[in-house]
Every structure is written in structure tokens, then in C-alpha cells.
């Protein structure tokens, strides 16, 4: 198979395969409004993972560095990673292409944090994920959920 | 009628309504521990506002006051509003009770920041409510929507 995680271009293709996620939003629509203004493609810095079933994007997530002076998660503050979109489209749900991207977020050996949906607790609580104690200034009505490498704790 | 947008005490009463609702979270989670751990009713600063139809509880919203020092949506940098969780149960939805909620965080005067469900687009729309810019930093995939009462405007 050799199905990989790989850093998503962000062109007029790869949104395109974007709108067939259910967490289109915003983002994407920037995105688009960006391609569309400069006329070039491959050149914004993409925040986009994904995993490709032969030519078709069936998989993705966003992920981004914050910087540790906004850390108000970990200790000792450091810079983490937040995690948001992670997504697999229905057809291909259930073989592992999940597990592949957090895994490869992962691997960078630094803490994280997401902001699940609801209905998907028990696949983040397998990968290890635990929740925060809810601070109504910081979290908000969010319910996110966290990843400490060794070595880090809880703020 | 008299049908009026109350501040909802947080006791076990309403905690017990609160399971009701869809968006039930960390945030309930988080305030059944206090009160346990206390043992006491009514003494948690609550920011949930609601509607009661008789003595149930209909619809309802949180409501969070952010310092003009973190304001990185509206100019001039102010003090705002942060709406979450607005939902009315699905029995008394198309009643207005969404709408008298929203008018009452309009009515402090403050600009109102909220993260909506995509599905409530049109709702938000009638509101008043606009799009920001999105800028992945600050809103790392959420899509954002703010009003702005007179004389402010996007940062």
C-alpha cells in the first residue's frame, strides 16, 4: 500500500478535495480567497496533513505551532501543537488512517492539544489523550483534550 | 407569557436541565465537581443565561466577559463579549427564545464574539452577526462571527 502521512500543498486541487470534508469552513475559504487574489499556487504555507488512497485525499488534519509564551496548558511551558480538523472520509473510516495522523503529530515529541468533537472522545482517550481541568477564562465552553509527552505535566 | 431571559444559578437543579441540551460538556462536568467537592448550592459565579417555560428549562447560553487586554478581534482593543452554547431544545425551537437571548448579550452594549455551529449560519446572519478575517493564529480553525455595535469595528 505504502499509505504516509504527507504535508498537504494548499492549491486550487487540494481545496477542492477540501470541500468534500464536513469541517470546511472558514479556513478553507480564506484559503481559496488567497489562491484566488495572488493567481499562483503551491506558495501558502500549509498548516494541512493528509493521506492520499491513490490520487484522492480520504484523510486530514490541521496542525500548528503555538509558541510557548501563550502556553497556558503544559509544564513547563514550552511550545505545543494544536490539532484541529482531523478527519476521515466515511468510506475509508475504520483502517487506521486516523491513528496514522495523530501518530505523526506525535512524532514531533512535542505536547498537544485539540478540540474534539464530542462523538469521537473514546478514539482520542485510545490515543493516549486526556482532558484539562476546565478553566472557563482559558477553555471557554471548549472541551479539549491533551497529549504530555514524557516529562510534561498539566499547568 | 412572560417569557424572560433569567441568570441561571448554578445548582444541582440546573445542572440536572443542563443534560438536556446537546452541547453538555467539561464546562457541566467541571461544575457538578465543585459542587460535590462543596456541597453547597447557588455560590458558583455562573455565566449561563436562560429561558424557562413553566419550570423547565428551554433554552440557554453562556455568557463570558473578556478583558480589553486579550481583545484581538475588534478596534479600538475593548472589553467583549464571549456567547457560547446557545441552543433551545428542539421542541421549542422557531418560538424567537434563540433570538431573545441573543438581543439580551446584545444589550450590554459590548461587542459580541461567538463560534457557532455551522449549521446556525442563518441565524447568526439575521442576528447581525458578520464573518472576521480569518487568521489562522488567533482563530486556528474556528469560524468566528462578531457583532459590533456602534462605532466599532474589525481590528
Same mark, same amino acid.
Given at each position: 500500500m505504502g499509505t504516509k502521512v504527507e504535508k498537504l500543498k494548499i492549491n486550487f486541487k487540494t481545496l477542492e478535495e477540501f470541500k468534500k470534508f464536513k469541517e470546511y469552513g472558514l479556513q478553507e475559504l480564506s484559503m481559496l480567497e488567497d489562491l484566488e487574489a495572488n493567481m499562483v499556487d503551491n506558495d501558502i504555507e500549509s498548516p494541512f496533513y493528509g493521506i492520499y488512497f491513490g490520487d484522492k485525499?480520504?484523510?486530514? =488534519? /490541521?496542525? *500548528?505551532?503555538?509558541?510557548a509564551k501563550y502556553d497556558r496548558y503544559f509544564y513547563p511551558p514550552q511550545n505545543y501543537l494544536e490539532l484541529w480538523k482531523l478527519e476521515v472520509l466515511p468510506d475509508y473510516q475504520?483502517?487506521? *488512517?486516523?491513528? =496514522?495522523?495523530?501518530? !505523526?503529530? &506525535? /512524532? !514531533?515529541?512535542?505536547?498537544? &492539544?485539540t478540540n474534539p468533537r464530542v462523538q469521537s472522545r473514546d478514539f482520542w482517550e485510545k490515543m493516549g489523550f486526556t482532558s484539562v481541568d476546565y478553566d472557563m477564562e482559558r477553555d471557554r465552553g471548549e472541551n479539549p483534550l491533551v497529549w504530555y509527552p514524557e516529562g510534561v505535566k498539566a499547568q
Open positions: 485525499l480520504v484523510a486530514r =488534519m /490541521s496542525l *500548528y505551532q503555538i509558541d475504520g483502517r487506521g *488512517y486516523g491513528r =496514522m495522523l495523530v501518530e !505523526f503529530a &506525535k /512524532s !514531533f515529541g512535542l505536547p498537544i &492539544k
